[in-house]
């Protein structure tokens, strides 16, 4: 072997050293990257906003990966948790899916059931009620001018049917038809209102689903935190009253 062959054959040599120094070093990287990241997991984001007090369900968040070391301990991996939950506050797009996100939706207690009427859009709600708030139910009631067969007239009242009514689900605006008197005569028109469900004793029911039917009007009022009752002496009102 001639001296050119012995530099060519020390060249082959230390490329192959420099090959193999440099593979390791990538080896090097990559162990070093994977040690800092770790394994990965399954979490959830956000598809799109979802308002506040919305029901949340599996078609609204979209499944990713992630390091497992880098997801908060309050990260939801498991969808099956959202069953009868609401988001708490308004949920922007891109949004990691964690527990203080949502919360259970109201449920009822034992003696309670669920009624559901329909709220005037425009004298209702105002897009300020949710589930979990607190309401008054206020309807109104035409009086009998004409004094009817005892011969004396009744004024028209507004009454408090029910006293911090507890909602549990508010429905989309609806449009819906309704009925109105105009000289005797019964004519359609149509309106748009909001479904209100309640969570009512036997009793509250009765007199929501009275109010539904034979009431002028039915408005709701939200009442703040730790507010007393209303007195009995106080939930009837009437014009004639007012001094």
């Known amino acids: 072997m001639n001296s050119r062959q012995r530099r060519g054959v020390i060249l082959i040599v230390v490329s192959a050293l420099c090959a193999v120094g440099a593979f390791a070093g990538v080896l090097t990287v990559i162990r070093n990257v994977e ?16 308002p506040a007090y919305e029901p949340l369900d599996r078609d609204q968040f979209r499944k990713i990966e992630m390091p497992e070391r880098w997801l908060p301990d309050t ?39 669920e009624i559901a009427i329909m709220i005037d859009s425009e004298t209702g709600v105002a897009g300020k009620i949710n589930p979990g708030s607190k309401v008054n139910i206020y309807a109104t009631f035409e009086g009998d001018r004409t004094g009817g067969a005892g011969g004396k007239a009744q004024p028209s009242q507004s009454k408090v049917i029910v006293n911090n009514a507890e909602v549990i689900d508010v429905g989309e605006l609806t449009p819906f038809k ?5 000289d005797a005569r019964t004519r359609e028109r149509e309106r748009e209102g909001v479904p209100i469900t309640f969570a009512l004793s036997t009793a509250d029911a009765q007199r929501v689903a009275y109010a539904e039917s034979f009431a002028e009007h039915v ?11 209303i007195p009995e002496d106080e939930r009837t009102y009437t014009l004639a009253g007012n001094k």
Not at 35 to 49: F, H, M, N
Not at 178 to 182: L, S, T, Y
């Open 35 to 50: 040690s800092k990241v770790g394994p990965e997991t399954t979490a959830y984001e956000l598809r799109s906003d979802i």
């Open 75 to 113: 990260a939801v991996t498991d969808l099956g948790k959202l069953r009868g939950k609401i988001a708490v506050n308004p949920l922007r797009k891109g949004s990691l899916l964690q527990s203080d996100m949502m919360a259970d939706r109201p449920a009822l207690e034992p003696g309670q059931q």
């Open 178 to 182: 309704d009925n109105d008197e105009d």
């Open 219 to 229: 408005r709701l009022a939200l009442v703040a935190p730790g507010s007393e009752p």
